[in-house]
């Protein structure tokens, strides 16, 4: 699965030998982590541990086993956990993304106004993993439920973001149908493709784009359409991408004039459908 640069305190307990080892995580996705520990990483591969850390104020529990050591380092498989606790973790992961992916493009300005050249940040050095980490099914990425290689599928929370204007409470989860052209911005790559919005929300949207979409989850987008005759353009993150070209976006960072902007455009195209219903 695609992992998230962190930095965050945390701590592994070693459930069959009884020990908290303080570490450090230095890598997070929804099926596991990397932890850079302060001794030598006891008993192995396969040992049942529980990890606790803290990411974005909120706090984590959650069981697994050692996927691979090498000295001080770990990678850790995460067990099954509640859909609530997942969908609590994707959003944490989108949020964490999307702050790498501005902080780095703050550093690609400064850089070149400090006459260092202008173009992309120095990667940081490769992470080599022994062994993929693998999902909550035991699978890992890229490979789907009947064992066949193939494009990633991640089916990721219908959860809203906070915080929510008290006016729009009662249609935070109304998702509706739409028939209307867009534009993705890809941030960092600097490009872009059409598409065409099959639904929307106060939270994101759904796109199936006119060619195969190039990029990865977590990827920082900008989405452009209209709404009933008025243009709209909002930032935010890819949280799913379903086969070649069919992706789903999480708005970020959405003002709350503009939630209720949008939140008044959905309510008048649901109306306009109950009207033409009706008669």
């Keep these: ?149 193939g494009s990633q599928i991640l089916k990721m929370p219908e959860k809203e973001q906070a915080p929510i204007p008290s006016g729009v409470e009662r249609r935070i989860n109304r998702r509706c149908e739409v028939d209307t052209s867009a534009v993705i911005y890809l941030v960092k790559v600097g490009s872009k493709l059409t598409g065409q919005i099959l639904d929307l929300s106060l939270g994101g949207c759904r796109i199936h784009t006119a060619e195969r979409f190039p990029v990865g989850i977590y990827t920082r987008v900008e989405t452009e359409f209209r709404l009933q005759g008025l243009p709209v353009r909002l930032g935010g993150v890819i949280q799913a991408i379903h086969g070649r070209d069919l992706v789903g976006i999480r708005f970020l960072d959405v003002s709350q004039r503009k939630r209720e902007q949008i939140a008044e455009l959905i309510d008048e195209i649901v109306e306009m459908r109950g009207v033409g219903a009706n008669e």
């Design 1 to 149: 699965m695609p992992r998230c640069r962190v930095d965050a305190e945390a701590t592994v307990f070693f459930v069959s030998l009884g020990s908290e080892i303080p570490c450090r995580m230095v890598e997070l996705s929804l099926g596991g982590c990397r932890v850079e520990m302060k001794q030598r990483v006891p008993g192995g591969v396969g040992v049942s541990v529980e990890a606790t850390f803290k990411i974005q104020g909120i706090v984590f529990r959650l069981s697994g086993l050692t996927e691979w050591t090498a000295g001080k380092i770990a990678g850790l498989s995460f067990g099954p956990m509640s859909s609530r606790r997942r969908d609590d973790l994707m959003e944490i992961l989108c949020e964490v993304e999307a702050k790498n992916a501005a902080e780095d493009e703050t550093q690609t300005v400064e850089a070149g106004a400090n006459g260092q050249g202008t173009g992309p940040v120095a990667a940081r050095a490769p992470i080599v993993m022994p062994k993929p980490i693998l999902g909550m099914d035991g699978l890992a990425a890229g490979k789907s439920s009947n064992g066949s290689s």
